[in-house]
């Protein structure tokens, strides 16, 4: 059973930084493609950015940076310039092929709370 725990969420001022922390407690875990998706309330959850195993990136928003360490069984996402509708809860995801469909992620975080204020 795969395990992800997300950390670093917070409160921050618009224009500020946060990074979230994500550790998996899963075996090979270099073999793994990580997601970050966010939910805010009212509405649907949505991606944030995919890395692939060997690092490659998919990140529509160039405010947020996705980096993995396969050594540590990390993901880890820089947000910058951060906006109060970026306020979510934000869940790494853990699968087994690059997808930005959420439904191929197969162990997800329990979620840490980003909050924008204007």
């Known amino acids: 059973q795969v395990q992800l725990v997300e950390s670093g969420g917070g409160l921050v001022q618009a224009g500020g930084s946060l990074r979230l922390s994500c550790t998996a407690s899963?075996?090979?875990?270099?073999?793994?493609?990580m997601g970050w998706f966010r939910q805010a309330p009212g509405k649907e959850r949505e991606l944030v950015a995919v890395?692939?195993?060997?690092g490659g990136t998919y990140e529509p928003d160039s405010r947020f940076t996705v980096s993995r360490d396969n050594a540590k069984n990390m993901v880890y996402l820089q947000m910058n310039s951060l906006k109060p509708e970026d306020t979510a809860v934000y869940y790494c995801a853990l699968g087994p092929v690059v997808s930005r469909d959420e439904r191929q992620y197969t162990s997800w975080g329990q979620g840490t709370q980003v909050t924008v204020s204007s």
């Open positions: 890395i692939s195993p060997t």
């Open positions: 899963a075996r090979a875990f270099s073999n793994y493609a």
